[in-house]
């Protein structure tokens, strides 16, 4: 995969969570380059969410 293919991979899945949590902000889904995990448990923390929950707003499809 490339650096492109993970931006845009990171962009939709940042437009996901916010739809989800509205109160996320840009900082709060800042992705250092190989921090996944470390970024999926930031916003579990923060939304008081279980890892599952946070994976399911990801992979569920956009609406709209």
Do not use: F, Y
């Not at 380059?33 to 707003?57: F, P």
């Amino acid at each position: 995969m490339t650096k492109l293919e993970i931006q845009c991979d990171w962009d939709i899945t940042k437009g996901k969570l916010k739809q989800k949590w509205a109160m996320l902000t840009h900082n709060h889904l800042l992705l250092v380059e190989g921090k996944r995990e470390e970024s999926l448990g930031r916003i579990k923390r923060l939304m008081v969410e279980t890892r599952e929950a946070v994976e399911k707003a990801i992979e569920e499809p956009s609406s709209g």
